[in-house]
């Protein structure tokens, strides 16, 4: 029994040491190929007419024409010409004689006919009328639901003749006579403002005065924003066969398309992406890019961040995982690449203008051939932010220059870095490294980086001599200073994860010593048992926090062979995965599933099981599919929405009512594809985001969720 700060614990975990990677799952989800929907737009530019579009219609020889104030045009071989007045809108004319009848009716918004029945939308309410006799106000029934609905906006038939209206009151249709089934927001239903309707292959599409919403029978998609629209306000809406909706808007035409696709053949897409726009720099650092024309890749340029590490890190991760998913060996040389990327920033910090001790890793580089990143920044602005935060340093330089004078390095590296360091190293020599040259490299890296910590107190420390304002590891601040409480359960986390990659690759004693003396003398297990992060319950703020947690659970419990120590970190990820499995974060699902699939626990009150419920797996693979190609910073918003609930203030800053995050009314976060939360760190809780389209983000989330997937036998295909 080991002794842990001022605990005895009394936890022993009954399972086998934790899962391994070439463990499968039995059985796997077998994922088909899915319809992945992608827009494409047409503008003035690519022919379409000068907006606003106004309508837009398929007749009955299938020629898809729309409208403007001033003209008709036809889709001719992909673009736009000018039509014949005499050609459109064939397939819905109905007589004058059809609105006999309806004068009282107010505005008449449309009428349809099917099979001798006649149904209108109108500003008093839905009318039907058979076989041309007299028009009937339609009360819809379900079970003791009555609706009198006013303002129906839409009225429509689908494919099986059953008849749908849309109202600001909700949606319905008929299932036979007096039967009807009606949605609201309780429902699922995403907004009410409608302005259009139109029926599909693939179930009905609405449009609003904010976005468009599409239902297939099961589940109800919203679609708002650029990455979805031109324009947020619909002003008609047309399906084609193949099940592509058409929509008219105030800025031009967008067409919701799709195409058959794969998880494997979108890892291969994302993979061209990174190539094409994602790599920056000769050493290749895999980052976002910016875009000087908002959304157009064309002048897309991979940017120097204040994570360069981290998130070369994650892809080397990815990478690793796609070669021993793959045995590819472009992979296998990606994942060489990014180790490079990484050793280089462990490296030039020494020496040059300002040197830093050995082993400290900068944040990014750039080539001195390029402009001065210190003349950009501002001095007024790190005052500001040490006016906020008293911990911050004012470093100058904050960009120095290395000993060769070919670079400048970020300086004030962070424990975000080290995360994706000590994550992707440990990926890279379980699956790319074989040969004693690969190794000995890699023990070199990881000795650098690791003994720099242990020489200064389990903290990184700067050329100023001083740690860095996030890089405090050590018990004295960890355990003693006040200042770092929010910090405690997380660095502690972290410091262990390094610790034991460390010892796992090197196979030095000394790191596994060092892990050891953290936890049996200053309870940073205990810490970690205790949680990362601080929480409130799901939607607690610091989904960043939450992202680093689940990078540093993989390794800490993958290598830890103690079952007290398995314990501890069991319990810590237990409670932890049920915070967050309302994120549908497949990253966050498929690291728990590693970790506590088919195992239990037992405490002093119970044995638990830890295995993740049953809609882990459908939610992970459901995120997969959703994660949108277009991963341009486009803005858009849930704020709006009728199945929105806020989150409590409890879960973000005490007091202050929350306006600005929250969730669907299923209780889970509204889906990857009406998120602007691409990346595992972002916030998915938040409801409006306000990007202006000029950031390119990396699609490096989605490959490793994908592949760690794989690896583990959880997903085939």
């Known amino acids: 029994m080991?002794?842990?700060?001022?605990?005895?614990?009394?936890?022993?975990?009954?399972?086998?040491?934790?899962?391994?990677?070439?463990?499968?799952?039995?059985?796997?989800?077998?994922?088909?190929?899915?319809?992945?929907?992608?827009?494409?737009?047409?503008?003035?530019?690519?022919?379409?007419?000068?907006?606003?579009?106004?309508?837009?219609?398929?007749?009955?020889?299938?020629?898809?024409?729309?409208?403007?104030?001033?003209?008709?045009?036809?889709?001719?071989?992909?673009?736009?010409?000018?039509?014949?007045?005499?050609?459109v809108f064939k397939s819905q004319d109905l007589e004058k004689a059809s609105f006999e009848g309806l004068q009282s009716a107010g505005v008449i918004r449309q009428v349809v006919a099917l099979q001798g029945e006649r149904a209108a939308a109108t500003e008093t309410g839905l009318y039907l009328s058979l076989n041309d006799g007299d028009w009937a106000l339609a009360m819809p029934t379900e079970g003791e639901v009555r609706w009198a609905p006013i303002d129906v906006r839409a009225v429509t038939f689908d494919g099986a003749g059953q008849l749908w209206f849309a109202s600001?009151?909700?949606?319905?249709?008929?299932?036979?006579?007096?039967?009807?089934?009606?949605?609201?927001?309780?429902?699922?239903?995403?907004?009410?403002?409608?302005?259009?309707?139109?029926?599909?292959?693939?179930?009905i599409w609405f449009g609003t005065?904010?976005?468009?919403?599409?239902?297939?029978?099961?589940?109800?998609?919203?679609?708002q924003g650029r990455r979805w629209l031109l324009d947020n306000?619909?002003?008609?809406?047309?399906?084609?066969?193949?099940?592509?909706?058409?929509?008219?808007?105030?800025?031009?035409?967008?067409?919701?398309?799709?195409?058959?696709?794969?998880?494997?053949?979108?890892?291969?897409?994302?993979?061209?992406?990174?190539?094409?726009?994602?790599?920056?720099?000769?050493?290749?650092?895999?980052?976002?890019?910016?875009?000087?024309?908002?959304g157009d890749k064309s002048t897309a340029a991979a940017r120097a961040t204040d994570n360069d590490g981290h998130f070369t890190g994650i892809y080397l991760a990815s990478a690793s995982l796609a070669f021993a998913a793959t045995k590819d060996p472009e992979q296998e040389r990606k994942a060489h690449k990014a180790f490079e990327a990484l050793a280089f920033l462990s490296k030039v910090t020494e020496g040059g203008s300002n040197p830093a001790p050995k082993g400290l890793i900068a944040r990014a580089v750039q080539p001195t051939d390029g402009p001065d990143p210190n003349e950009t920044l501002n001095p007024e602005t790190d005052r500001k932010r040490q006016e906020r935060d008293t911990l911050w340093k004012i470093m100058d330089p904050r960009w120095p220059t290395d000993e060769t004078g070919k670079w400048y390095w970020k300086c004030d590296a962070s424990s975000d870095e080290l995360d994706g360091y000590y994550f992707g190293f440990s990926f890279y020599y379980d699956y790319v490294c074989d040969t004693d040259a690969e190794r000995e490299r890699l023990n070199e890296v990881v000795r650098r980086m690791t003994d720099h910590l242990l020489i200064h107190d389990y903290n990184m420390v700067d050329h100023d001599g001083t740690p860095t304002r996030w890089g405090h590891f050590s018990p004295?601040?960890?355990?003693?200073?006040?200042?770092?409480?929010?910090?405690?359960?997380?660095?502690?986390?972290?410091?262990?994860?390094?610790?034991?990659?460390?010892?796992?690759?090197?196979?030095?004693?000394?790191?596994?010593?060092?892990?050891?003396?953290?936890?049996?003398?200053?309870?940073?297990?205990?810490?970690?048992?205790?949680?990362?992060?601080?929480?409130?319950?799901?939607?607690?703020?610091?989904?960043?926090?939450?992202?680093?947690?689940?990078?540093?659970?993989?390794?800490?419990i993958r290598y830890e062979t103690d079952p007290e120590l398995l314990s501890i970190y069991y319990n810590s990820i237990f409670w932890y995965w049920h915070n967050e499995k309302y994120e549908r974060n497949a990253f966050f699902n498929f690291v728990y599933a590693a970790s506590c699939l088919g195992k239990t626990r037992t405490d002093q009150w119970r044995t638990r099981d830890l295995t993740p419920d049953t809609e882990w797996m459908a939610m992970a693979v459901d995120t997969l599919k959703r994660y949108p190609l277009d991963l341009t910073d486009w803005p858009m918003s849930n704020a709006h929405r009728t199945d929105l609930r806020l989150l409590g203030d409890h879960t973000r800053s005490p007091g202050t009512p929350v306006t600005n995050a929250g969730y669907r009314n299923d209780t889970l976060v509204y889906p990857m594809d009406e998120n602007h939360a691409v990346y595992w760190g972002d916030d998915p809780w938040t409801l409006t985001d306000r990007g202006d389209g000029t950031t390119l983000r990396d699609p490096v989330s989605y490959l490793l969720a994908y592949y760690l997937g794989v690896v583990h036998g959880f997903i085939a295909e």
């Open 233 to 294: 306000k619909v002003n008609d809406v047309t399906v084609t066969a193949n099940g592509n909706a058409w929509f008219a808007t105030d800025q031009g035409i967008s067409c919701i398309a799709t195409k058959p696709m794969t998880l494997a053949e979108k890892a291969v897409y994302f993979e061209e992406q990174i190539d094409k726009y994602h790599r920056r720099t000769e050493l290749e650092y895999v980052s976002d890019a910016t875009m000087t024309t908002p």
């Open 476 to 556: 004295a601040d960890l355990n003693q200073n006040q200042a770092w409480w929010v910090e405690r359960g997380l660095n502690s986390q972290s410091i262990l994860m390094y610790l034991q990659v460390a010892h796992h690759i090197t196979g030095d004693a000394g790191y596994r010593e060092a892990y050891l003396q953290l936890i049996n003398e200053h309870g940073y297990a205990i810490n970690v048992m205790t949680n990362p992060k601080i929480q409130f319950g799901p939607g607690s703020l610091g989904q960043a926090d939450d992202n680093m947690a689940f990078m540093n659970y993989y390794p800490l």
């Open 2 to 87: 080991k002794y842990f700060g001022l605990l005895t614990v009394l936890f022993y975990v009954t399972a086998t040491p934790s899962i391994r990677a070439d463990e499968p799952f039995s059985p796997p989800i077998q994922v088909a190929p899915f319809a992945q929907q992608y827009q494409v737009t047409y503008t003035d530019l690519d022919g379409a007419p000068m907006p606003p579009v106004n309508h837009i219609e398929q007749n009955d020889g299938g020629a898809l024409f729309a409208a403007t104030p001033k003209r008709y045009i036809r889709l001719t071989d992909g673009t736009w010409k000018q039509g014949d007045y005499e050609d």
């Open 209 to 223: 005065s904010n976005g468009a919403i599409h239902y297939d029978g099961k589940t109800w998609e919203f679609r």
């Open 168 to 203: 600001p009151q909700g949606v319905g249709y008929r299932i036979n006579e007096g039967e009807w089934k009606l949605f609201t927001g309780a429902e699922g239903l995403p907004f009410n403002d409608f302005t259009c309707m139109a029926a599909g292959p693939e179930g």
